[in-house]
């Protein structure tokens, strides 16, 4: 078999401003792409090893400001969160009791 030869999907990519999500010890989480990093780092101490045919994402959770950085496999695109919304006023005045 051939090394060049994989099984694995294509990898998935992202974009700065894109909503993903992914699992955490303390279960689903959400958050916004800050950044797309191809070449290795050091992100809180730890040797990072991305490259432009693995990057890696640096994401801010959305509940907690918590940074971190994950591979594109380990994340799932969500649907913007104003995407989809409707008008929340109508364009009537409010009524006031008499």
Known sequence: MS???SKDPPAKTFK???RVA??????????IV???ITS??????YRRHASKAEPQYIIKSDKTDHVAI???SALD???DKRAGRSAARSSSPARRPH
């Open 3 to 5: 090394r060049t030869a």
């Open 16 to 18: 700065r401003g894109d």
């Open 22 to 31: 992914w699992n955490s010890e303390a279960g689903r989480v959400s958050g």
């Open 34 to 36: 800050q950044k797309k």
């Open 40 to 45: 290795e780092i050091i992100f809180k101490g």
């Open 70 to 72: 994950h591979k594109g």
């Open 77 to 79: 695109k969500l649907p």
